[in-house]
Structures are given as structure tokens and as C-alpha cells.
């Protein structure tokens, strides 16, 4: 072999290995899919527990309306012989107070839920629930809110 061939070929072997130089490029790609996976996976699982939350609200709401509106006037309930019952709606924003505190919510939950509207014949609740998400917590670090809005009417039969 001439010399110039072995140089032509030792050239077209640095031009093959210039242009295939990748060191390193699969880690990047590793990084990235990781990334990406986490991001999806933060999405998911703070996606279902903000579902969680609101329905847990919701849940609490209703039962906390029902609770209220349970405490009726007995005196008006008998002079009515069954047919009417009113509710003691005066009380409705300490006992959706009292159930929420039952309930577990934190000391400023109970103070932002309460009655929405109030009557004899129908109460209205709200309940505030505060939570952090999990893996989105990482980058945000404030906690976020829900609310559970729900209404009981006072029934006989």
C-alpha cells in the first residue's frame, strides 16, 4: 500500500469518527425522558389528590349542612303537629363549625367555612380545605384551596 492510501484512508477514518462523535449524547437523552417522566407523574398525582380534596370538601359540606340542619325547633315541630320543622338557623354557623372541627380541618378551615344562607326551611354550607400537593410541591410550595359547597332542607314525613 502507498503511502498516500494510507493517508486517505487514515483521513476518511477521522472524518468517520469527527462525524459519529456522540460521547456522552445518550446521557442527555436519560436526563431529559426523567425530566419528562417526572413532570407526568406530578401531573397525575397531584391531579387525583386535588380530585381527592374536592370531593373530601364536598363530602364534609353536605354532611356538615345535614348536621345543621338537624338542630330544629321542637316547640314549632309539635305545634305544628309534624308538618312543619323549622330549623334553628341561628345556630347554623356554630355547628358547621363544631362538625368541621370534628372533621379534622385545621383551625382556619373552620374559620373560612360556614353558612352560605340560612332558614327555617333550608341551610347552606361552604367548607374551605387546604392542602399541599406532593410532588408538585417541590417546585410550588404553597398550599392550595378547595371548597365543598352543599344544602339541606328540613323535611317531614
Given at each position: ?10 483521513a476518511?477514518?477521522?472524518?468517520v469518527?469527527a462525524?459519529?462523535?456522540d460521547q ?8 431529559m425522558f426523567?425530566?419528562?417522566f417526572?413532570?407526568?407523574?406530578a401531573?397525575?398525582v397531584?391531579g387525583g ?8 370538601a ?6 356538615a349542612?345535614?348536621y345543621?340542619?338537624q338542630?330544629i ?5 309539635r305545634a305544628s303537629?309534624?308538618?312543619?320543622a ?15 372541627g370534628?372533621s379534622?380541618l385545621?383551625?382556619a378551615?373552620v374559620?373560612?367555612s360556614?353558612c352560605v344562607s340560612a332558614g327555617?326551611q333550608q341551610?347552606e ?8 400537593p ?11 384551596t378547595v371548597?365543598?359547597?352543599a ?7
Amino acid at each position: 500500500m502507498s503511502r498516500a492510501r494510507v493517508r486517505g484512508a487514515r483521513a476518511l477514518v477521522r472524518r468517520v469518527r469527527a462525524a459519529c462523535d456522540d460521547q456522552g449524547s445518550g446521557a442527555a437523552a436519560v436526563i431529559m425522558f426523567a425530566l419528562l417522566f417526572m413532570v407526568l407523574a406530578a401531573f397525575v398525582v397531584d391531579g387525583g389528590l386535588s380530585i381527592s380534596q374536592r370531593e373530601r370538601a364536598a363530602d364534609i359540606a353536605e354532611q356538615a349542612a345535614r348536621y345543621a340542619a338537624q338542630d330544629i325547633d321542637e316547640e314549632a315541630l309539635r305545634a305544628s303537629e309534624g308538618r312543619n320543622a323549622p330549623i334553628n338557623y341561628e345556630n347554623c354557623a356554630a355547628r358547621v363549625a363544631e362538625f368541621a372541627g370534628r372533621s379534622g380541618l385545621s383551625s382556619a378551615d373552620v374559620a373560612a367555612s360556614g353558612c352560605v344562607s340560612a332558614g327555617a326551611q333550608q341551610v347552606e354550607v361552604r367548607i374551605r380545605l387546604t392542602y399541599r400537593p406532593v410532588l408538585t410541591g417541590l417546585f410550588y410550595s404553597a398550599p392550595l384551596t378547595v371548597h365543598g359547597t352543599a344544602t339541606a332542607e328540613s323535611v317531614t314525613g
